[in-house]
Protein backbone atom coordinates (compact mmCIF):
# COMPACT_ATOMS: atom_id res chain seq x y z
CA UNK A 1 0.00 0.00 0.00
CA UNK A 2 1.57 3.41 -0.88
CA UNK A 3 2.11 5.68 1.86
CA UNK A 4 0.97 9.58 1.78
CA UNK A 5 1.76 12.19 4.05
CA UNK A 6 -0.76 14.86 3.02
CA UNK A 7 -4.72 14.37 2.31
CA UNK A 8 -6.84 17.07 0.67
CA UNK A 9 -10.33 16.28 1.20
CA UNK A 10 -13.52 18.13 -0.60
CA UNK A 11 -15.93 19.65 1.71
CA UNK A 12 -19.68 19.31 -0.14
CA UNK A 13 -21.21 16.07 -0.44
CA UNK A 14 -17.86 14.50 0.89
CA UNK A 15 -17.08 15.50 4.82
CA UNK A 16 -20.67 18.45 4.98
CA UNK A 17 -24.03 17.27 3.85
CA UNK A 18 -24.50 19.56 0.51
CA UNK A 19 -27.84 17.85 -0.16
CA UNK A 20 -29.61 18.72 2.90
CA UNK A 21 -27.52 22.43 2.87
CA UNK A 22 -29.06 23.15 -0.68
CA UNK A 23 -32.46 21.85 -0.11
CA UNK A 24 -32.97 23.94 3.20
CA UNK A 25 -31.58 27.02 1.19
CA UNK A 26 -33.31 26.74 -2.45
CA UNK A 27 -36.94 26.16 -0.52
CA UNK A 28 -36.49 29.84 1.46
CA UNK A 29 -35.71 30.94 -2.08
CA UNK A 30 -38.62 29.46 -3.31
CA UNK A 31 -41.34 30.35 -0.64
CA UNK A 32 -39.73 34.18 -0.85
CA UNK A 33 -40.09 34.41 -5.03
CA UNK A 34 -43.35 32.19 -5.01
CA UNK A 35 -42.34 29.39 -6.87
CA UNK A 36 -44.01 26.20 -5.77
CA UNK A 37 -41.86 23.82 -3.62
CA UNK A 38 -42.26 20.58 -5.03
CA UNK A 39 -39.43 18.00 -6.10
CA UNK A 40 -39.86 18.91 -9.45
CA UNK A 41 -38.67 22.42 -9.26
CA UNK A 42 -36.22 21.34 -6.83
CA UNK A 43 -34.83 18.66 -9.69
CA UNK A 44 -35.13 21.81 -11.89
CA UNK A 45 -33.12 24.27 -10.40
CA UNK A 46 -30.65 21.40 -9.48
CA UNK A 47 -30.16 20.88 -12.95
CA UNK A 48 -29.45 24.59 -14.24
CA UNK A 49 -26.86 25.03 -11.10
CA UNK A 50 -24.78 21.90 -12.96
CA UNK A 51 -24.37 23.17 -15.92
CA UNK A 52 -23.58 26.47 -14.91
CA UNK A 53 -20.66 24.81 -13.01
CA UNK A 54 -19.85 22.88 -15.48
CA UNK A 55 -19.25 25.55 -18.00
CA UNK A 56 -17.53 27.12 -15.23
CA UNK A 57 -15.39 24.30 -14.34
CA UNK A 58 -14.70 24.02 -18.79
CA UNK A 59 -13.79 27.96 -18.68
CA UNK A 60 -17.35 28.89 -19.81
CA UNK A 61 -18.06 30.81 -17.64
CA UNK A 62 -16.54 32.83 -14.51
CA UNK A 63 -17.13 32.20 -10.64
CA UNK A 64 -19.13 35.37 -10.57
CA UNK A 65 -21.13 34.55 -13.69
CA UNK A 66 -21.96 31.07 -12.55
CA UNK A 67 -23.26 32.19 -8.88
CA UNK A 68 -25.38 34.97 -10.27
CA UNK A 69 -26.33 33.58 -13.79
CA UNK A 70 -27.87 29.80 -12.04
CA UNK A 71 -30.42 32.01 -10.48
CA UNK A 72 -31.28 34.53 -12.77
CA UNK A 73 -31.84 31.32 -15.44
CA UNK A 74 -33.67 29.42 -12.82
CA UNK A 75 -36.19 32.20 -12.02
CA UNK A 76 -35.91 33.21 -15.36
CA UNK A 77 -37.91 29.78 -16.89
CA UNK A 78 -40.76 31.32 -14.67
CA UNK A 79 -41.02 34.68 -16.21
CA UNK A 80 -39.17 35.95 -12.63
CA UNK A 81 -36.59 38.93 -13.08
CA UNK A 82 -34.25 38.54 -10.61
CA UNK A 83 -31.15 39.99 -9.30
CA UNK A 84 -28.86 36.99 -9.52
CA UNK A 85 -26.22 38.46 -7.41
CA UNK A 86 -28.54 39.55 -4.51
CA UNK A 87 -30.17 35.81 -4.60
CA UNK A 88 -26.95 34.11 -4.50
CA UNK A 89 -26.36 36.44 -1.54
CA UNK A 90 -29.74 35.13 0.34
CA UNK A 91 -28.72 31.65 -0.96
CA UNK A 92 -25.31 31.88 0.49
CA UNK A 93 -27.16 33.44 3.89
CA UNK A 94 -29.04 30.23 4.65
CA UNK A 95 -26.84 28.16 2.77
CA UNK A 96 -24.39 28.83 6.03
CA UNK A 97 -26.73 28.01 8.58
CA UNK A 98 -26.59 24.04 7.64
CA UNK A 99 -23.23 22.16 8.27
CA UNK A 100 -24.88 18.58 8.96
CA UNK A 101 -22.47 16.32 8.90
CA UNK A 102 -21.80 12.95 6.08
CA UNK A 103 -22.07 9.71 8.33
CA UNK A 104 -18.75 9.09 9.34
CA UNK A 105 -16.70 12.37 8.87
CA UNK A 106 -16.13 13.35 12.40
CA UNK A 107 -14.47 9.75 12.74
CA UNK A 108 -12.38 9.35 10.23
CA UNK A 109 -11.01 12.87 10.37
CA UNK A 110 -10.40 11.47 14.23
CA UNK A 111 -8.66 9.04 12.74
CA UNK A 112 -6.42 10.72 10.16
CA UNK A 113 -5.20 13.81 12.14
CA UNK A 114 -3.10 11.73 14.02
CA UNK A 115 -1.14 10.25 11.37
CA UNK A 116 -1.26 12.61 8.01
CA UNK A 117 -1.30 16.47 7.31
CA UNK A 118 -4.87 17.62 6.72
CA UNK A 119 -5.95 20.33 4.30
CA UNK A 120 -9.66 21.21 2.84
CA UNK A 121 -9.95 21.76 -1.02
CA UNK A 122 -13.08 23.35 -1.56
CA UNK A 123 -15.17 25.41 -4.08
CA UNK A 124 -17.41 28.17 -2.89
CA UNK A 125 -17.83 30.98 -0.97
CA UNK A 126 -15.31 32.03 1.87
CA UNK A 127 -17.49 33.14 4.19
CA UNK A 128 -19.89 30.54 3.36
CA UNK A 129 -17.70 27.58 3.50
CA UNK A 130 -15.53 28.74 6.80
CA UNK A 131 -18.84 28.94 8.73
CA UNK A 132 -20.31 25.52 7.81
CA UNK A 133 -16.84 24.13 8.98
CA UNK A 134 -16.46 25.95 12.12
CA UNK A 135 -20.25 25.63 12.58
CA UNK A 136 -19.97 22.08 12.26
CA UNK A 137 -17.10 21.49 14.27
CA UNK A 138 -14.38 20.73 11.83
CA UNK A 139 -12.59 23.22 11.42
CA UNK A 140 -10.01 22.10 13.71
CA UNK A 141 -9.28 18.69 12.11
CA UNK A 142 -7.36 21.06 9.41
CA UNK A 143 -3.92 22.15 9.15
CA UNK A 144 -5.15 24.52 6.26
CA UNK A 145 -8.22 25.38 4.36
CA UNK A 146 -8.49 26.02 0.45
CA UNK A 147 -11.43 27.71 -0.66
CA UNK A 148 -11.40 29.06 -4.43
CA UNK A 149 -12.77 32.66 -4.18
CA UNK A 150 -10.22 33.38 -2.27
CA UNK A 151 -7.77 30.86 -4.77
CA UNK A 152 -8.80 33.23 -7.53
CA UNK A 153 -9.70 29.40 -9.41
CA UNK A 154 -11.24 26.52 -8.92
CA UNK A 155 -11.21 23.20 -8.91
CA UNK A 156 -10.11 20.84 -11.76
CA UNK A 157 -7.90 24.11 -12.74
CA UNK A 158 -4.04 23.27 -12.30
CA UNK A 159 -4.13 26.94 -10.85
CA UNK A 160 -6.11 26.32 -8.08
CA UNK A 161 -3.69 23.46 -6.95
CA UNK A 162 -0.66 25.57 -7.42
CA UNK A 163 -2.11 28.26 -4.63
CA UNK A 164 -2.46 25.09 -2.57
CA UNK A 165 1.25 24.22 -2.94
CA UNK A 166 2.54 27.39 -2.40
CA UNK A 167 0.41 27.97 0.98
CA UNK A 168 1.46 24.39 1.81
CA UNK A 169 5.19 24.89 1.12
CA UNK A 170 5.58 22.25 -0.51
CA UNK A 171 4.49 20.40 -4.49
CA UNK A 172 6.12 16.45 -3.36
CA UNK A 173 2.55 15.45 -5.28
CA UNK A 174 3.68 12.06 -4.61
CA UNK A 175 2.97 12.23 -0.73
CA UNK A 176 -0.61 13.85 -1.69
CA UNK A 177 -4.06 12.44 -1.92
CA UNK A 178 -6.71 14.14 -3.14
CA UNK A 179 -10.45 12.84 -1.41
CA UNK A 180 -13.55 14.14 -3.23
CA UNK A 181 -17.13 13.24 -4.61
CA UNK A 182 -16.72 14.90 -8.01
CA UNK A 183 -15.01 12.99 -11.14
CA UNK A 184 -15.09 16.61 -12.90
CA UNK A 185 -13.71 18.59 -9.94
CA UNK A 186 -11.77 16.75 -7.56
CA UNK A 187 -10.78 13.74 -9.42
CA UNK A 188 -10.14 15.49 -12.37
CA UNK A 189 -8.03 17.93 -10.67
CA UNK A 190 -5.96 15.39 -8.87
CA UNK A 191 -4.81 13.78 -12.55
CA UNK A 192 -4.05 17.33 -13.74
CA UNK A 193 -1.89 17.99 -11.24
CA UNK A 194 -0.52 14.56 -10.58
CA UNK A 195 -1.89 13.46 -7.18
CA UNK A 196 -3.55 10.35 -6.69
CA UNK A 197 -7.29 10.10 -5.96
CA UNK A 198 -9.76 8.64 -4.01
CA UNK A 199 -13.48 8.63 -5.29
CA UNK A 200 -15.88 9.05 -2.61
CA UNK A 201 -18.90 7.05 -4.56
CA UNK A 202 -21.72 6.47 -1.37
CA UNK A 203 -24.48 5.91 -4.46
CA UNK A 204 -21.96 3.59 -6.43
CA UNK A 205 -22.51 5.52 -9.55
CA UNK A 206 -20.41 4.50 -12.72
CA UNK A 207 -17.30 6.59 -14.08
CA UNK A 208 -18.46 8.27 -17.27
CA UNK A 209 -15.81 11.32 -16.84
CA UNK A 210 -12.60 9.70 -18.40
CA UNK A 211 -10.74 10.63 -15.28
CA UNK A 212 -8.65 8.13 -13.65
CA UNK A 213 -9.76 6.71 -10.16
CA UNK A 214 -6.75 5.38 -7.96
CA UNK A 215 -9.33 4.62 -5.56
CA UNK A 216 -13.28 3.79 -4.97
CA UNK A 217 -14.88 4.18 -1.49
CA UNK A 218 -18.89 4.29 -0.79
CA UNK A 219 -17.94 4.74 2.77
CA UNK A 220 -15.73 7.29 4.67
CA UNK A 221 -14.73 4.45 7.05
CA UNK A 222 -12.98 2.83 4.01
CA UNK A 223 -10.49 4.94 4.29
CA UNK A 224 -9.07 2.82 6.50
CA UNK A 225 -8.10 0.43 4.21
CA UNK A 226 -6.14 2.85 2.74
CA UNK A 227 -4.40 4.79 5.40
Same mark, same amino acid.
Given at each position: MKTYEIILFDTDATLLDFDKAEEYGIEALFR??? %?PVTEENKEKYRAVSQRCWQRLEQGELTRAETLRLRFEDFFGSFGISVDGDEVNRLFQDALAESHDLIEGAEEILTYLKEKYKL? %????? %???? =??????? +?????? &???? &?? +? /? $??????? =? /? $? &?? $??? &??????RDVENMLVVGDSLTSDIRGANRSGIDACWYNPKGEENTAGVKVDYEIHDLSELKKIL
Open positions: RFD %VY %VITNG %VATT =QNRRLGD +SGLKKY &FDGI &FI +S /E $EAGAQKP =Q /E $E &FF $EYC &FRHMGR
